[in-house]
């Protein structure tokens, strides 16, 4: 998610406070940025950092990063915010690996081939990690990477859009009304404008009802959104339901599973469960490398079932880079290192390594949701023992009369340093208050202790 940032008008600008808090304590005798100069004994140090205009001179690197610093250390501690599922952590080796790739343009295939050759095995371990079909000769699923599985699902509400126009030109018939159904947890449909068809939640059901998706599909559906780990409470949405009940009415509506947060958890902790590409209404399937994939932002990657339901004329194929190139993207400038970085994890930790630690990661979670249910009174939203993501989604309870509530606990908690959030439900449920904490990588039992 981007956030926008506001351009300070001359009014805002102008105010006393404003010009206060820009003024310059320094005077003629202040040292200047001589080679003996300390930072904290310099006139940076009694000047304001540039917030608005890029300054005039030029300023000594040391003072520039220690004032950066600095200013950066007013930051919350990454390891401490339990609200994020992005990775904090990642090994030595993979930060030296992703450090060297920081100036490679990935979008360059002509200039950093084995880069994008990179790129191509992690699709291909992705997709076998979802059952990507390839036992027949002319099955070959396709896959890109991208910033995030924001851009990925984004992607693939385009490829499912096109595809339903075509058909829809093919056969005469108006293409100006397509629909997406999915849960209101879901925004990726307003960017392209597409009607958002919503289940919503109850107060005892927090993701969406396979039976209530299938009944609002019609002629203009292009897909219906499945999720597998929901924000609020971590649960996977009944996929195989969706596609069972799709192919009993004969209906051939694809679905999309946004596996953000589930894609790189349910194949290690839940095998069996049938969520992918072993469905055949499954079309795409799009995951977060810097979730449970264990990297660092920013990276995401999207596989689709086979090339049909991608279609060609949303591939650029390009040139003037020195070679012919096919790309599918958003973004089109974009580092290499993320992707280096999740090919380190895939092979330094094999699916063995990824499967003991979300195993780790689910027992830490089942021990957590124990210690808040059974001896501070907690109610466990979430599901337990691998059936949902590694984290904890709780509540108070309600019959027990508190002066305080969700909210509450939580800014408390940030006064001592622990970003836990607070929030309200999806819509038609949004007067129940919870807090989650995911359970990440470097999240052990000691921490949880501590916490």
């Known amino acids: 998610m981007?956030?926008?940032s506001t351009i300070r008008n001359d009014a805002e600008t102008d105010t006393p406070m404003a010009k206060l808090m820009r003024m310059s304590l320094a005077d003629d005798d202040t040292p200047g940025d001589t080679f003996c100069s300390s930072v904290y004994g310099s006139r940076y140090a009694l000047e304001a950092l540039p917030t608005i205009e890029m300054p005039?001179?030029?300023?000594?690197?040391?003072?520039?990063?220690?004032?950066?610093?600095?200013?950066?250390?007013l930051d919350g501690n990454p390891m401490l915010n339990l609200a994020s599922f992005v990775?904090?952590?990642?090994?030595?080796?993979?930060?030296?690996?992703?450090?060297?790739?920081?100036?490679?343009?990935?979008i360059d295939y002509e200039e950093y081939p084995q880069s994008a050759e990179i790129q191509n095995r992690c699709v291909n371990m992705i997709g076998k990690l979802f059952h990507a079909p390839t036992h027949e000769e002319e099955e070959h699923s396709i896959g890109t990477s991208t910033v995030g599985s924001s851009e990925a699902i984004m992607l693939a509400t385009l490829a499912m859009k096109k595809k339903w126009a075509?058909?829809?030109?093919?056969?005469?018939?108006?293409?100006?009304?397509?629909?997406?159904?999915?849960?209101?947890?879901?925004?990726?449909?307003?960017?392209?404008?597409?009607?958002?068809?919503?289940?919503?939640?109850?107060?005892?059901?927090?993701?969406?009802?396979?039976?209530?998706?299938v009944d609002l599909v019609d002629e203009n559906t292009i897909g219906i959104c499945a999720i597998l780990g929901t924000t609020y409470t971590g649960e996977y949405e009944d996929v195989k339901a969706i596609n069972d009940l799709l192919v009993e009415k004969g209906l051939e509506t694809p679905i999309h599973v946004d596996a953000a947060s589930g894609g790189f958890v349910a194949p290690f902790v839940k095998p069996d469960l049938e969520w992918?590409?072993?469905?055949?209404?499954?079309?795409?399937?799009?995951v977060s490398g810097h979730k449970y994939g264990l990297v660092y932002p920013g990276v995401g990657w999207i596989v689709w079932r086979s090339p049909e339901y991608l279609p060609k004329e949303l591939v650029?194929?390009?040139?003037?880079?020195?070679?012919?190139?096919?790309?599918?993207?958003?973004n089109f400038s974009k580092g290499a290192s993320q992707?280096?970085?999740?090919?380190?994890?895939?092979?330094?930790?094999?699916?063995?390594?990824?499967?003991?630690?979300?195993?780790?990661?689910t027992r830490i979670a089942d021990y957590f949701s124990t210690v808040l249910s059974k001896r501070l009174g907690f109610i466990i939203m979430s599901k337990g023992g691998g059936e949902g993501l590694p984290l904890v989604a709780f509540r108070l309870d309600a019959s027990k009369k508190k002066h305080y509530d969700e909210f509450a606990i939580a800014h408390h908690l940030r006064e001592r340093g622990w970003i836990i959030p607070a929030y309200t439900m999806a819509p038609h449920s949004e007067q129940l208050k919870l807090m989650r904490v995911v359970i990440r990588e470097d999240f052990t039992k000691p921490r949880c202790d501590q916490l």
């Not at 992707?339 to 990661?361: E, F, P, S």
Request: with cysteine; hydrophobic share 40%; aromatic share 12%.
């Open 2 to 4: 981007v956030h926008l």
């Open 56 to 73: 005039e001179e030029e300023m000594p690197k040391d003072i520039a990063y220690r004032l950066i610093k600095d200013d950066l250390s």
């Open 87 to 106: 990775t904090t952590y990642m090994e030595d080796e993979a930060e030296k690996l992703m450090h060297d790739g920081l100036s490679k343009n990935f």
């Open 166 to 213: 075509n058909e829809r030109k093919a056969a005469g018939k108006p293409f100006d009304k397509p629909n997406l159904v999915m849960n209101a947890a879901v925004q990726a449909a307003r960017y392209f404008d597409v009607e958002e068809r919503f289940v919503y939640c109850t107060q005892d059901r927090y993701v969406i009802d396979p039976v209530q998706a």
């Open 276 to 286: 992918d590409f072993r469905l055949p209404r499954v079309v795409s399937i799009n």
């Open 316 to 330: 650029f194929n390009i040139n003037y880079l020195g070679a012919d190139q096919a790309s599918f993207t958003l």
């Open 339 to 361: 992707v280096i970085g999740q090919y380190y994890q895939m092979i330094r930790l094999g699916k063995k390594g990824y499967r003991n630690i979300m195993t780790n990661l």
